[in-house]
Every structure is written in structure tokens, then in C-alpha cells.
């Protein structure tokens, strides 16, 4: 989540779910919150009745969300950045930002380098565009004074890394002490740059772009920055509606920068909500299944020169010398000393050699593509189910046919167990295992709002069936046991692997650490000399001196006492913010934590996320560097500069700051930057067997987004199966406009053919004014709507939705384009 | 034991149909078919043998910046139906057998050891809830949880809504509630909200109502329902007064004919 990441300066929601009771107003867009999270909605509808909060809802589809809301905008697919841009541009040109926030708690005064040149004045491109390498170099993004490029690449600028490092590598950077101008005036400070190039982000442009009236936004535009402010706060709920663009993370940055605007972060009733679309999908990124952090977002090491080496280059390389990344190494030394015992040495760098080096793009669509070609033996297939629920359904049920063995773990016989029916030509070996569901096992899982919670286990799994843990331990103690004595097995050898059984209390204790003399409360008792260790640092302190992942005795206005959220159950993050710099709360009505100065402490309804005992008026001691280095005014601790950006000086791979560009595949031009059509720096991976439409395409005239129903999860493995859930959405069908309908003559009900340069699927056609045709840039566009559920097997079948989707990278986080491309519709004959 | 009952608010309801599987999943209902209606998101319909709750889809075009809860306007209106546990209850009155009873929790249930499948009750709902399992043939509907209750545990979909929108406890006090909210939605602007509860018909009110925004009618709700056994005494006097007609009638043919012959002789 480099977006709200490179930001504040963690990849997480802000907030929590319960906290949306207290907003006074609430932007909804690229999420149907009420349909894919109908529990945490609640609070969405308690803010309603509580206050009378006003609830916005900004999507192409009118739906479950759309109904409950005040307000619903539908927009064209993919143009959400014009819409924030508008909403930012409205916030200054109204003077509706919080000044008395922003000059103190962001780098609106920071002065920039003479030599950065915005999209304004490249035509849709930021200075240090390389049209050879394909990729910005963002040097002239930094600071005024900042040291420029010192060694090599910057953090988080590198070719193979992936997005989810980024998260930490912009705050790596040494952004030594650059030149500020409170009065704002500076022609180069941060804000005056912003104000110039959000300038052309008018109503009228989300008139001609998004399709939505100049005056709706406006009203709407109105309400929500007039919830904000010393009185007030208003929140933003997103969800894979954004993310999964092309320009994905600049539109989450955009929603960031608005919320640093306004004032709303870090405080009751205001953040952004990340609403992750699985069980533990923040878990999965705290305690990574991607392939280029460690956990708790540690930078996963190169394989080149100039961080392949030693312990002390990688530190030197990833550890910010103000802030909290000053404290890396601690976090490092720990992890390898959890992952290899006793092995792990001071001689020896703890065993640093032994991790793997990233040698290229081993994301999840670069190893599909290299299975594609032949150059993948097998693969471990648990969870997940990509022969439906992935982009290009049909390239990557190919590939499985180029392994030569493949192990599927899941609940049910998914369709990725069961490609080969349908595939010529497949030697594939399919090992089928079957997994225990979450009431059949123990551990937790971090929900969308960085909470862990501990599921006991309820009954028996059935027959054979055994959860990942066991499987992992098993196939490790395999692996260990077949280990040579070869190099290459050296890792294998060293690896710590005494684990009992199935037992997930162990691996949480693992996690939260110890030292070599008993327990540690936290990751600040962490250290870099070998006695102690840690499996993932953020989560450290959830076993302090119990599992509080298990506790259920809520408590106060955040109910802490149930379950534990990371750091150190923390429930808003940067709540120093939600005090003026002199440690006084906003107001009576906002108030979070607080500086107390009897107690010399600070205090309030949340654990602060702060040096307790630091003042507010403390002035930094830079000769001691970390944390103690930052001022007592200064919220986003892990940021080396203390304030949010507003500016991302270093760390994003598409730009500073965000700019409109069109989907891969749109039939309209970029109104916005004419000469640059779509995300310069995302990467198509256009091949036969990849192909886009062209841009126009008279092939493919409308609009295609994709989404999920309440009623089913995902690929459908876990409802398509259950009759309960299958009978209330049994068949796969389009939403289209009454408009649509009529133009290709089609009436509800009837079979339609949706086809893209990919693919051709059927599905029903359901006529509805849901679905709403728009006016953008002089042309009607029809929109097309489509949840992806279906597949083979089940009781319920259907075809592959994501069989039209392309396989495409965006450049941050390298997610693929599902919610905007462009297909055709035709009655089936 | 109190009466308890259910109060279903309409401008809560999001549409998840929580209530809809966490009712089959509690009580072991069987699908219903797994047939696409191409009606809204509604594939489940109607109330009915399989269906015990039901999540109703209440469609009129939507209209920009006019969501659900806009004064004045109404665009998708979601609302979980369920057995209305009348006070006067057409299906227990209907039954020969004596298998629908009234628990001591005020609510109608069937009991399906006893249940002979004659399928009088199922014309004799004015809410055409209950219904006959075809593969069955016994009537089902709606237990009111009776086997939670007992156990002190509020019913299933009540207790699987997340939005507070079906509320389960004291009939009395729910009906005060009710009365509340719609006090409250009409400060708020929303002057169609009313609270659907007939108690000035025969059916002679309901254990689950319904606040609602508009025509009754758009939920399934008549204005005016009606117990078919009311009718009773006028269908016997009705029956009673035709029978004589009859009888008259033939006599006096008779006599008309006997006078007709004698006429001609």
C-alpha cells in the first residue's frame, strides 16, 4: 500500500471501522462497502443516524452502497483521479483547507529543486522521464538541499523491486534539513506546486471526464470539505475499486493528500479506511506472500552490486537516519535471528548471505508469465483458485499446463485443481490436498484495520484435511531432512525449524520475539547485536505476557481489550495529530490524545501513537538520530522529517504527485494531458497471447468494469459450492443501461456475448438503470458490469469474467487493470 | 413468558440477506432452486416452504444524488420479509389437524410430526407465507426460533443482521420503538415512513412489523389483511341463505310445473 504508505508513512487503513461512527461525513468510491463489507458498514450507517453524517458514494454502479447513501455520483470507470484532483483543487481554491494542520504537520512548506519540471509544462510527464529504460529517475522529485543521488539507485526506485518495499524505502531517504517557507508564498514550496498542478483539475473537467455534472460534484465537493476542520472530520472508505488501475496507488495518493488538506488524519471520525477484500489480506502484506518485502516491510535484498553484500550495505542502504526506520537494523538482525536460531552469528551476519537476493520481477503476473514460458517446474497453489479469479484467465490456465507438477490445497475442488480437463496437451502432475476451513483450525487473522484476532479452533477438520500449518511445518521438516551438503543448501541447513505440530500459539510467540534473556514487552526492546529475536516487529507486543490476539473484553470508545492491533494496539495511527502542536486536542468535540502535562505524558482514548513522555514543544536532538530526532509536533513518526507528504519526494515509480491518465485500454483521449495517454510507467506486458484493444478501438465501443456481489467471495470456490449462498446468485449476468440495451437490442434476461481482445464469455443481460449510461467529452458511453464469480465447478457455474482482463502491471504495486477496459456486447443469436 | 416479536426497519436493511442464510444455515432449510430471476438481486422471490426469510428488492429508478435515504425519494428499498406471527392467525385456524399451535412466545409454529399436508393454512395465510414442500408435502414456515428461544437466544436472522435493522424482544416495547423511529424518520424529512402493523383488521395485529417507506403494497403488504375464518359466519349465512333460495326455488318449480300440468289437462 505504497499510496497511503509513501504518505503517512505506513502501508494500513489509518483508521478503524468502529471510528467511522464519529465522521461527519463520508466519501465512499471505489468500494460498495455495504456489499462487500456489510458488518463494518454498520458504523457507516451509525454515523448516518448518530449525527446525521452525510454519506457519499462516487461509482459507476448504483448499488447496495449507493442505496443507503445521501448521495451517489456514478462515474465513468477509471477517471477517479480526476474527481480527487477536483476535490483537492476545489480545497484550495476555497480556502477550505486546515492551515493551522497543514503548515505544521506536512511538507506543504518544503522547498523543492529548481530543476523539477511538472506534467504542466511536459506534456503529462514529470521531469526525469527515461523514454529508453521506460521508468522515471526521481532525483529532480527531491527536496531543495536534499543530497541527490549518493550510491547508486534510490530506495524504492529499483527496477525489480515491487511496490509493497516502497512503503518504507521513501522514508529511507535522507532528506537532510531542506529549506521551508511557513507563509506558504515560496514559488517551490511543496503547496504552491500543488496548487499549480491540481489547478487544471476543475468541476468542469469532472464534467467532461468523469461524466458527472459540474454541479453535482460541486454540492457534493461542498459538503464534504465543509465536514472538515477543527470541529469536524469527514472519512474516506476505499477498497480494490481503486487499486486495481493503472494508476492505482496516485489515486489512493490523491485521497491521502486530500485528507493532509483537510485535516482529517489522525483523528476521530477521519482517516482512510482500506477495506481489504479477505480475511487477511492485511495480514498478508504485514507478514508478506509477496515477493519482495520481509516481514513487517522490510526490504527484500537485490541481487546486484550495490546491496548484495553484506549486513552493514543493506543497513546503510534501507535505514533512514531520523525517524523510525532508524531502527531497522534492530528489526533485521532480529528477523534473521528468528528465521535461523542459534546459527545466526554476529561472525557470520546472522545468516544475511542466506536470503534469497531478488534477481528480477518474480511478482505474481512475472512468474505467470515466465510458467507461461516453460521456465517454472511447479507451483504451490493454497487459497486461491487463478484459474477464475486472475486476470487472463485463459493465459494462466495455459500456463498450469507447463508445470510439470502442481500442488492445489483448498477446500474444495477449485477449477485450478481441475484445468486440465479442459486443457490439450497436459502432463501436468496435480497433487489435490484438502485444507481445513477456519473453524477447523487455530491463528489469526489481521483485519482490514491492522487488528489480529485469534480464532480458536471450533471442530475436527474433516477426513484427511489439515490446515497450512501443519502442512508447512511438515513439508519444512521434508525439505530439511533432504538438505545436502551442498552450498546451496546452507539456508535449508541453518533454518530454525522446531516447531511441534499444528501448533499456532508457538509461531505467534515467535513473532512477538524474545531476547536471550526471557520475554520482551515490545519491538522497542529489540536490539542489533544478536539477543534478540523477532519474526515480523510490528506485531511485537501481541504476546506480551499473554495472547492478546485472543482477549474479548472491549473497553472505551476503541474497545481495546478486543484483539490487538499493530503497533502496539493502536487503533487511529498519527493520533499526535489529533492535537494542535501545543499538545491541546482541535477541539472538545475532535478530541483523541493529548498531551497531559501533570503526568508528563500523553494520554486519551487511544494508546498514542507517540513517544509517551515526549513534550510537544520538544526540538529534536539530531546528534541522536531515530526517533529522538524528530520534534514533539511531529505525528508521522516514520517519516525522517516527522510530517505527512503531501509530496512524495522519493519512493513512487509514476510521479510526486498524481496526474490523470486513461485506463491501458479507453476509447476516450486524455482530456487532461492530451499528448500522454495512459500511465507512462506502467508496464502492458503486451504479448500474443497478452493483447490490448487499441486506444480508440471501434471493436470494443463500451466501457467493462468488474466487481463482487455480497452474496458470493470471490472466485465463488467458497460459495458456488454452498447451496445457500449459490441459489441467491445463480447465474452469471452483465448489468447493462436500458440505453445499451436497446442499441444492441437485447432485453433483460437475454443470453449476451461480452467479448475483449482477450476473450468472448456469456452471460445474462440484467437491464437496469443501475448501470447508467453518461455523457463524457460530447459522447454517450455505455458502461458494462460484470462480477466475476463464476467458474466450472459448483452448484452454480458460469463463465470466466476474468478471462477478459488483461494481465497488465501497475508500476507501485504491480496490480493488474480490472475495474476499466473496453469490450463489446452482442446478443447471443 | 412475554410476547416477544420482531421489528424489521426497512431504512437499516442493506440488502446482504444475512438473515436469509443464517435462518437456513440455523434451521437446515433446503435451497429453494437455484433459478436466475433477472429481478433486481432478488432470486429468492417469494416466502415460502424453503424460503423463511426474504430479503425483498424494492426497485424504482434510481435517481442522481437521490440515495435510499433521500428525503422525498426512494430508489432501491431493501426489506427482509418473514411469517408476520399474526395475532389472529389464518393458518392456525385453518388446521384441521391441530399441528400449528401458538407458543408460549405468542408466535405460530408448525409442528412437522404432525403436519398431514391437507394444505388448508396455505390458502388460508393472507400474507401467503406458508407453503408446502413439494418432495414433502408438509406445510413449512417460519419457527420463530422457537428451539433458540427456549434457549434464551434470539433468532437467527436477527441475530446475523449487521446493521440493527432486524430487532428481535418484547413485542410491546418493539412497537414503541417502532412508533419512535417513525416519529424520528419524519423529523428527519422522510414523511412516507410508517410503521406496518395491522391492528384494526382481523388479523388483529402482527408479531414481526415492518417500518417501511411508501405504498405497503411495493413490500408485499396488503392495506387491509383479512383472516379467511372471519369470514365464517357470513359465508355460512351467505351459504345458509342460498340454500334456502335453492330449496324455494325447486319447490316452486315444482309447483309451477304441477300447475303447468294441470293446465294443460
Not at chain 1, 158 to 174: F, I, L, M, Y
Not at chain 1, 554 to 560: A, D, E, I, K, N
Not at chain 1, 654 to 665: A, I, K, N, Q, R
Not at chain 2, 52 to 64: L, S
Amino acid at each position: 500500500m505504497p499510496g497511503l504508505g509513501t504518505t503517512f508513512g505506513r502501508g494500513g487503513a489509518t483508521t478503524a471501522q468502529q471510528d467511522l461512527a464519529n465522521a461527519d461525513a463520508i466519501l465512499i468510491m471505489g468500494s460498495s462497502m455495504a456489499e462487500n463489507h456489510p458488518v463494518g458498514f454498520q458504523w457507516v450507517i451509525e454515523a448516518r443516524e448518530k449525527s446525521g453524517a452525510k454519506i457519499i458514494h462516487v461509482d459507476p454502479r448504483f448499488n447496495r452502497t449507493s442505496a443507503m447513501a445521501d448521495y451517489w455520483l456514478p462515474l465513468r470507470a477509471g477517471s477517479d483521479i480526476v474527481f480527487l484532483g477536483a476535490m483537492i483543487n476545489y480545497t484550495l481554491a476555497n480556502d477550505r483547507w486546515f492551515r493551522d494542520y497543514v503548515i505544521p504537520y506536512t511538507n506543504a512548506s518544503t522547498i523543492l529543486r529548481e530543476d523539477f519540471v511538472d506534467t504542466e509544462d511536459l506534456g503529462g510527464l514529470f521531469s526525469g522521464w527515461d523514454p529508453e529504460k521506460k521508468q522515471y529517475d526521481s532525483e529532480t522529485w527531491l527536496y531543495d538541499g536534499a543530497s541527490a543521488k549518493s550510491e547508486g539507485t534510490q530506495p524504492g526506485m529499483h527496477e525489480n523491486s515491487g511496490g509493497h518495499g516502497k512503503d518504507r524505502s521513501g522514508e529511507a531517504q535522507n532528506l537532510d534539513h531542506p529549506r521551508r517557507d511557513e507563509t506558504l508564498q515560496h514559488p517551490r514550496c511543496v503547496f504552491q506546486v500543488m496548487k499549480r498542478h491540481f489547478a487544471r483539475y476543475t468541476p468542469r473537467m469532472v464534467e467532461e471526464v468523469c461524466g458527472i455534472p459540474a454541479e453535482r460534484f460541486i454540492e457534493v465537493a461542498d459538503i464534504f470539505t465543509a465536514a472538515s476542520g477543527r470541529e469536524k472530520t469527514a472519512a474516506i472508505c476505499y477498497a480494490v475499486g481503486w487499486t486495481q488501475h493503472s494508476t492505482g496507488v496516485q489515486t489512493i495518493r490523491a485521497a491521502a493528500i486530500l485528507q493532509l488538506l483537510l485535516g482529517n488524519i489522525g483523528r476521530p471520525g477521519g482517516g482512510i479506511m482500506a477495506l481489504r477484500g479477505h480475511a487477511s489480506i492485511q495480514g498478508s502484506t504485514d507478514i508478506p506472500t509477496l515477493y519482495d518485502i520481509l516481514p513487517g516491510y522490510l526490504p527484500m535484498p537485490m541481487h546486484d552490486a550495490e546491496s548484495a553484500g553484506d549486513l552493514a550495505a543493506y543497513i546503510k542502504k534501507n535505514r533512514s537516519p531520523k525517524g523510525w526506520w532508524y531502527n531497522l537494523d534492530k528489526y533485521i538482525v532480529s528477523l534473521l535471528k528468528a528465521y535461523y536460531g542459534d546459527a545466526a552469528t554476529p561472525e557470520n551476519d546472522f545468516g544475511f548471505e542466506w536470503l534469497p537476493r531478488l534477481t528480477g520481477d518474480h511478482s505474481y503476473f512475472g512468474y505467470w508469465l515466465d510458467m507461461a514460458d516453460g521456465a517454472l517446474e511447479g507451483l504451490f497453489v493454497m487459497g486461491q483458485n487463478p484459474a477464475v479469479g486472475s486476470p487472463n484467465g485463459k493465459l494462466e490456465r495455459k500456463a498450469l499446463t507447463k508445470l510439470k507438477w502442481l500442488v492445489v490445497r483448498d477446500l474444495v475442488e477449485t477449477e485450478t485443481a481441475t484445468f486440465w480437463k479442459k486443457e490439450e496437451d497436459c502432463d501436468t502432475e496435480v497433487f489435490f490436498f484438502p485444507a481445513a476451513s477456519h473453524v477447523e483450525k487455530a491463528g489469526t487473522f489481521t483485519n482490514t484495520q491492522r487488528m489480529l484476532q485469534w480464532r480458536e479452533q471450533a471442530v475436527e477438520p474433516p477426513g484427511e484435511a489439515r490446515s497450512e500449518l501443519s502442512f508447512m511445518i511438515e513439508l519444512g521438516k521434508m525439505m530439511k531432512a533432504r538438505a545436502t551438503e551442498l552450498n546451496r543448501d546452507a539456508p535449508l541447513r541453518a533454518l530454525a525449524w522446531d516447531y511441534a505440530d499444528d501448533d499456532a500459539d508457538q509461531v505467534l510467540r515467535e513473532i512477538h520475539g524474545k531476547s536471550r534473556d526471557g520475554a520482551i514487552k515490545h519491538f522497542g526492546e529489540l536490539k542489533n547485536d544478536g539477543s534478540t529475536s523477532c519474526g515480523c516487529w510490528i506485531y511485537s507486543g501481541v504476546y506480551d505476557g499473554e495472547n492478546k490476539a485472543l482477549k474479548r473484553e472491549p473497553r472505551g470508545r476503541y474497545g481495546h481489550g478486543w484483539g490487538y492491533a499493530w503497533p502496539l494496539d493502536r487503533r487511529i495511527l498519527y493520533n499526535r495529530a489529533s492535537a494542535a502542536p501545543d499538545g491541546t486536542p482541535w477541539s472538545e468535540r475532535k478530541k483523541l490524545v493529548w498531551w497531559d502535562e501533570a503526568k508528563g505524558e500523553w494520554g486519551g482514548d487511544d494508546i498514542p501513537d507517540f513517544t509517551r513522555g515526549k513534550r510537544p514543544d520538544f526540538a529534536g536532538d539530531e546528534s541522536r538520530g531515530g526517533d529522538e530526532a524528530l520534534r514533539g509536533d511531529a505525528p508521522f513518526i516514520m517519516h525522517p522529517d516527522g510530517v505527512g507528504w503531501l509530496w512524495v519526494a522519493s519512493g513512487l515509480k509514476d510521479g510526486p504527485l498524481p496526474s490523470h491518465y486513461e485506463p491501458l485500454e479507453s476509447n476516450l483521449p486524455n482530456a487532461v494531458h492530451p499528448r500522454q495517454q495512459s500511465n507512462p510507467a506502467s508496464n502492458r506486458m503486451e504479448r500474443p497471447d497478452n493483447a490490448y484493444a487499441s486506444s480508440p478501438d471501434a471493436r470494443f465501443p463500451y466501457v467493462l468494469t468488474t466487481y463482487r456481489l455480497t452474496e458470493h467471495h470471490t472466485s465463488g470456490a467458497m460459495s458456488r459450492t454452498l447451496s445457500h449462498l449459490a441459489e441467491l446468485q445463480p447465474e452469471l449476468f452483465a448489468e447493462i443501461s436500458p440505453e445499451l440495451a436497446k442499441e444492441v437490442g437485447v432485453a433483460n434476461g437475454d443470453v449476451i456475448k461480452i467479448s475483449s481482445a482477450r476473450a468472448e464469455i456469456e452471460a445474462r443481460a440484467l437491464v437496469t438503470g443501475r448501470m447508467p449510461s453518461l455523457d463524457v467529452q460530447g459522447r454517450r458511453v455505455h458502461q458494462v458490469g460484470l462480477p466475476y464469480h463464476f467458474g466450472g465447478n459448483g452448484l452454480v457455474t458460469g463463465d470466466v469474467v476474468n478471462d477478459l482482463l488483461a494481465i497488465s502491471e501497475e508500476p507501485n504495486v504491480r496490480i493488474m487493470e480490472a475495474k476499466a477496459l473496453t469490450c463489446d456486447v452482442r446478443r447471443k443469436c | 413468558m412475554t410476547t416477544t416479536g420482531f421489528l424489521t426497519d426497512s431504512t437499516l436493511c442493506i440488502g446482504c440477506k444475512a438473515c436469509e442464510v443464517a435462518c437456513k444455515e440455523w434451521n437446515d432449510v433446503p435451497d429453494d432452486g437455484f433459478l436466475w430471476s433477472g429481478l433486481s438481486y432478488d432470486n429468492t422471490l417469494t416466502l415460502g416452504a424453503s424460503s423463511w426469510r426474504h430479503v425483498k428488492f424494492v426497485e424504482h429508478q434510481p435517481r442522481t444524488g437521490c440515495g435510499g435515504n433521500a428525503p422525498g425519494h426512494s430508489t432501491w428499498q431493501f426489506s427482509s420479509d418473514v411469517c408476520k406471527h399474526c395475532g389472529n392467525a389464518g393458518c392456525l385456524e385453518a388446521c384441521p389437524t391441530g399441528s400449528i399451535v401458538r407458543t408460549e412466545f405468542g408466535s405460530v409454529y408448525v409442528q412437522p410430526d404432525v403436519c398431514n399436508g391437507c394444505g388448508y393454512c396455505v390458502v388460508a395465510c393472507p400474507f401467503g407465507v406458508i407453503d408446502r414442500r413439494p418432495d414433502d408435502g408438509r406445510a413449512f414456515k417460519c419457527t420463530f426460533c422457537y428451539d433458540r428461544q427456549k434457549a434464551g437466544m434470539e433468532p437467527a436472522c436477527a441475530k446475523a443482521c449487521p446493521t440493527g435493522s432486524i430487532l428481535f424482544g418484547d413485542l410491546d416495547k418493539l412497537q414503541r420503538r417502532g412508533e419512535e423511529r417513525v416519529e424520528q424518520l419524519h423529523a428527519a424529512g422522510m414523511d412516507d415512513a410508517s410503521l406496518y402493523n395491522p391492528t384494526d383488521t382481523s388479523v388483529g395485529g402482527i408479531h414481526a412489523m415492518f417500518l417501511i417507506r411508501g405504498d405497503s403494497r411495493a413490500y408485499n403488504l396488503p392495506p387491509k389483511p383479512e383472516v379467511p375464518t372471519t369470514l365464517l359466519p357470513r359465508a355460512w349465512t351467505a351459504a345458509g341463505i342460498g340454500a334456502a333460495a335453492m330449496v324455494i326455488g325447486s319447490l316452486a318449480a315444482f309447483a309451477m310445473c304441477g300447475s303447468g300440468r294441470s293446465a294443460k289437462r
